[in-house]
């Protein structure tokens, strides 16, 4: 069965700080990866995706992610973090038949002033 | 752009009252989705639909049902509500095909508070 694992509940970072949000998948073929965010109160957004071809895929707000198939990871990365990322992001492998999505359990990033 | 909508932001229920979720897409996405979502076990499939008049449980469908009569619209019921079914819930729709892109879109979400 498909699962993720996102290992870190908590994050905290400075303003204008790197950032590193890990996620390890289990599944046997090629997966589609998912990155997204949801804010206090809100749905989830989208950041980007993963399906085929370059291994390094750029997304919204200044993230991007790489999928490393011998590491089973599929890590997204922020240059420089604004106090206005500050969410909670997850982490998702999907399967082709119904398009079903499998979610990590979430981590939490605060950015500190 | 995608606009998936949940008929309330929040909503307050008795132990035992049958409980309406619904969920509008207007993007003529064939599946749609249910999840619940609690801190720290991030989101679980409860049931999806990936046609009218179709559905399939997901992880965690004790206790529900669904129904799509219609395309755009998707029912989450709780026919007798229990406070362990206290969570935020989140409908979700995708395309369904390759072309169109395997993510889901979500709505803004439902807690539900059952007291």
């Known amino acids: 069965a498909q699962s993720v694992t996102q290992p870190d509940i908590h994050i905290t970072v400075s303003e204008g700080a790197s950032l590193e949000l890990r996620c390890n998948y289990s599944?046997?073929?090629?997966?589609?990866l998912f990155w997204y965010v949801q804010s206090p109160g809100q749905g989830l957004q989208l950041l980007l995706k993963y399906f085929s071809g370059d291994t390094l895929v750029q997304g919204i707000k200044g993230f991007e992610a790489e999928f490393k198939r011998s590491q089973s990871s599929f890590n997204l990365r922020k240059p420089s973090v604004h106090w206005s990322d500050a969410a909670e992001y997850f982490c998702a492998v999907g399967q082709e038949y119904g398009n079903k999505l499998v979610f990590g359990a979430g981590t939490i990033l605060r950015v500190k002033s | 752009d995608v606009k998936v909508t949940q008929s309330s932001r929040y909503l307050v229920k008795r132990t035992g009252e049958k409980v309406f979720l619904e969920c509008v897409q207007d993007m003529d996405h064939e599946n749609m989705f249910w999840y619940r979502q609690d801190p720290g076990l991030g989101l679980r499939l409860i049931y999806f639909s990936y046609d009218v008049k179709m559905k399939e449980k997901g992880d965690i469908p004790e206790g529900y049902s669904v129904s799509r009569e219609k395309k755009e619209r998707f029912s989450l019921i709780l026919e007798s509500a229990s406070t362990n079914q206290t969570s935020m819930y989140l409908c979700?729709?995708?395309?369904?095909?390759?072309?169109?892109?395997?993510?889901?879109?979500f709505g803004p979400g439902t807690r539900l508070t059952v007291t």
């Open positions: 979700a729709s995708s395309p369904g095909d390759s072309t169109g892109g395997y993510e889901q879109y």
């Open positions: 599944y046997g073929a090629t997966p589609y």
